[in-house]
């Protein structure tokens, strides 16, 4: 069946560096990719989706690229801040009604 | 606009109690999925309404787990003699196109945290 996996966390930056958050899927078909954040205390929310192959999704400087050839989803940043503190879900949709998550990735940004 | 809405934020039950937890999507949006969130986990899709339809409850753990939509817009889910398994954060989304699902966005509520002693 379809599945999402991504690394675990948490990851740990210094404020203005460099961020990889890996993802990978399994799936039949052609899915939509998503990003979902969920900053402390709130719930769930749209960052970026890639609705098919060589999309690029973006949104507030971050960037993911759907990549069907190595079937992965990365989400980059060029230079994080603390505000970006938050965990991360890549998230998996296909030509069902469900979405289908990672674990979940926990991102700590320190000034 | 208002976004999804979800209450109570936060619920304490006994083991062998019934609890009752409400969703309030977006306005005029058609879809309302619930998911369940276990500490440390992604959320894990328990059932989906086209409006007051329940197409999909495949993700429903146990018989004692019930959702309805009986007018296409607010949403119960219901937990019969609730266990300590039960104990999680149980999200509602909503969506707005009822064709190709899962490509579009799904807004998700703040969440009602269930905790079974």
């Known amino acids: 069946g379809n599945s999402v996996t991504q690394m675990e966390g948490p990851v740990t930056l210094s404020e203005e560096a460099f961020l990889t958050i890996n993802c990978t899927y399994t799936a039949t078909g052609y899915p939509s990719l998503f990003w979902y954040v969920q900053y402390p205390g709130e719930g769930l929310q749209l960052l970026l989706k890639?609705?098919?192959?060589?999309d690029k999704g973006s949104n507030k400087g971050f960037e993911a690229t759907y990549r069907k050839e190595t079937t992965s989803f990365h989400l980059e940043k060029g230079s994080v801040q603390v505000s970006d503190s938050a965990v991360y879900f890549c998230a998996l949709g296909g030509n069902t009604d469900k979405l289908i998550f990672g674990t979940g990735t926990r991102l700590q940004v320190f000034p | 606009g208002a976004g999804v809405s979800q209450s109570p934020r936060y619920k304490v039950a006994k083991r062998g109690q019934d609890v009752a937890l409400r969703c309030d999507p977006i306005s005029g949006h058609v879809s309302l999925f619930w998911y369940q969130q276990a500490l440390g986990q992604g959320p894990e899709f328990l059932t989906y309404f086209q409006n007051e339809a329940q197409l999909d409850k495949s993700g429903l753990p146990s018989d004692r787990f019930f959702a309805e939509r009986p007018e296409g817009s607010v949403s119960t889910l219901k937990i019969q003699r609730t266990q300590q398994e039960d104990s999680a954060v149980y999200l509602c989304a909503s969506s707005a196109i009822q064709g190709a699902i899962s490509t579009d966005t799904q807004y998700f509520g703040p969440g009602t945290r269930l905790t079974v002693l």
């Open positions: 890639a609705t098919k192959a060589d």
